[in-house]
Each structure stands twice: as C-alpha cells, then as structure tokens.
C-alpha cells in the first residue's frame, strides 16, 4: 500500500501545481520557506520551496522578492528531484476562489489592492510596479487617455517619500519629496506665463527648494558658492509675518535685545564669526558703454522703503575696547577701531531732523583743499544757518585769515546740492 507522499515521490514527471505559503520564517538564510502544497494524492502538511529569482550572482548582488505568507503560489517539482521550486506569486486571495469552493468576501482583490491605478486611464493595464507589502517600491506610469497625460517613474517609500522622475507635459521635473512638506524641484520652464520673470527666456530650467522648517547649507571643509552666469537677479527675500513668532515677550525699543524674545523673524542676517563681511560691486567688465554711465555704475543702496515706518535705523558702529596687543593710533581710541566714507567724488548727507556730531576723547578735523583743475572755486568752508551760528569753547577761540571780515557781505552762501537716485526695482523695493 502506497501513501500520498510516496505517490508523489514516486511520479517520474514535472509536477507544477499551487501552494499556500504559511512561513517564511528562514532563520538559516538558506533561500527557502513553508507552503502547503495543492496537488491530488499528497497531503504531508507544509513543504520547504525554495526561492528562484530572474538574476542571482554568487556576491552581494541579486534579485531578492519572497512571497508572503498567505499567498497563492505556483510551484514546481521537476522531474527526478525531491525539491519544491517557486515559481511565482498568484493575485487569488485564497486556494478555494480557484477551485470554484466558498470565496470570503473581499472589498478589494490584490490586484487592485497593490496598484489601484493600474486601469484607470483606459482599462488596459498601463503602469507597472515592484512594492513592498506596505507601499514602498517602484512605479513606472506611461498612461494617457482624452483627459490626461502621465508619463513618470516614481520610487516611494511606506511613508510617502518620493522621488519622482516625471517626463508629464507641464511638469517635465524631477522631485525629491519628503512627505512632509519638504521638495526639491528641478524643473523645465516650457510656457512662461504674463508676468512670469521667465516670459522672454520660455525655455529656462528651474530648481525650487520648499520646506515647512528650516534650511540648513552646511559645508564642512569648504566653500559655499552661489553663481549666477549670463542669468538675471539674485533675490534673498523674507517675507516672514510674525504669524509663527515665539510666545516669548517683545524686546522693549531703544534697550539692548534680551537673550530669546518674539523678535526673531522677518529678518535676514549675514554675520563672519572670524573675518569679514564683503559686500562688493565690478562693473569692470561690463561693455555697455553709455555717456552718462560710463562703463557701469555699480551702485549700492541702503534703504528702508516704508514711507509710513517709524523708529527706521541705518547704524554701522564699531565695538573694539582695545582688549589685546594691538597699540591705537593717536586719534583713533583704544581700540584702534575706524569707520570711514570716501568717495572718489562728492560726499552728501541731508537729514530733516538734526545732525548731530559727538567726538569723545578727539579732535574734529575738517579742511577744505583747492583742487587746481575744478573750473568751479574749490578749496572753501562755506557754513550758513538760518537761525543762529553758536561757538563755544572751553579755551581760545582761534580765527586766523589774510583778513577776517565781519558784516562785510563777503561771504559766499552754503548752497548744499542734494541729489536722489533709485536702484533699477524704484522705490518699492524687488517684490
């Protein structure tokens, strides 16, 4: 008398026939799992199948997706060998859908259930996908119908990050997506839209980094470089409101910033913890020869904008106290700390407040030189004031001259020339 597994043993063809995996547990790494095994006359419980794969090298390559547990699967038993091989994966949810037994009732087949999208441009299957059992993998979409395009290789993970490589007309980008409000987007600009900055240049590419938190551009033995060639502007806007601000209390004006207050937003801040700050301009290059502006004007502006501001500060200021082995210059403090303005032309300044000018520990030196190739007369020091003109001074009171008039009527009027220019954005600043 023969048992079910001698029969099985004993037939001499290729069996190929279902099994229902129910382990795949392989503590031992060796390629292989359980599965109950559908086949007339062999009923033995759980047999060891070994895992086939489309590539497999003898290093760390290779091609590794075992089923899960549960799965329907196709085996094959060849001829003259007492091994089970894996053949493949089934979408049945269970062995009795397929011999026709009591079908549990399911809200969503496999099929359906790893790539909902599969059919939904023309019901035909026109995108493909290798995923983990909880979402994660590889999408390859090449679908299309009358209302839609959608060309796009797409790796994911379970919890939604992305990287997207999409070839979709009007997207035709590449993004690295976070899944949590945080992308890179490298993009083609084929239609600029009215108004768009690119409306002349349609053809332009694009990078957009957007984040719901910080930025962080960390270089740790190098040199952070932003270049523009033959581009347009480099723009650095904060438009922070103060919506996110810090519950903390607001510092209180004219006193020195507490340690951590609400203060900290809206702002933008370039600060050298161990050298300079340089902010230059080179027109050097530049050919656009024009009578009135040479070979470029180069210019830089300071300004606060808002007409109807109040409290607007410019303030440059030095803080040196002369702490080190550093030996002031007369005249320049302790700290041997200097701010200066020179200008190769003229000097303005025009306030409609007051001017006020305090030397601590100093003298206030002004002279007027002559400049022997002006065609104007040059080399004078010309004050007026509508009001009254106030010397006072602890010691003499020193005027020397080849004569000094008094009420005579011949001195010359103060007449300051106050120009105005606008940066190319006017006076509303670039947005």
Known sequence: MTTPQSEAQSYTG???????????????????????????????????????????????GGFIAPPVVDNIILVCKP?????????????????????????DEITVSPYAAADSKSLRAKGLPMRQSFRGSHGGGLIIAEENNDSFYNWKTELVSALGKKITLDDTPGVDSIILDSGNNSKITLSNQHFAAIGNPSLFAPGMSKIQVESAGDQLYDSAGGTTTIKIQDGKELNILNSSTGSKKSTLPPPIQWLPPPIASNAEYGNINIQSKFKDVNIFTDTSQQDNYTVTAGFGTGRIFLDCLNTKGTQQVIQLQTRGKG?????????????????????????????????????????????????????????????????????????????????????????????????????????????
């Open 14 to 60: 290729t069996i190929i026939c279902l099994a229902k995996v129910v382990s795949i547990y392989d503590p031992g790494s060796t390629g292989s799992f359980k599965a109950e095994i559908f086949f007339p006359g062999l009923d033995s419980g759980a047999e060891t199948v070994w895992y086939c794969s489309p590539w497999v090298t003898q290093t760390e």
């Open 79 to 103: 001829s003259h060998s007492e091994k089970y091989f894996y053949l493949g994966s089934t979408f049945f949810p269970s062995y009795d859908s397929i011999v026709g037994g009591k079908i």
């Open 323 to 431: 702490v080190g082995t550093v030996i002031p210059r007369p005249g320049y403090g302790d700290g041997d700390c200097v701010i200066r303005i020179k200008s190769s032309g003229k000097i303005e300044i025009q306030s409609a407040g007051n001017i006020d000018i305090e030397c601590n520990g100093g003298n206030i030196n002004m002279i007027a030189n002559t400049d022997p190739q002006s065609p104007f007369p040059t080399g004078n020091l010309n004050l007026a004031a509508e009001g009254d003109v106030n010397i006072q001074a602890g010691g003499n009171i020193n005027a020397d001259g080849t004569q000094i008039w008094l009420n005579s009527e011949h001195s010359l009027p103060a007449i300051p020339i106050i120009g105005s220019d606008y940066p190319n954005y006017g006076e509303g600043g670039v947005e």
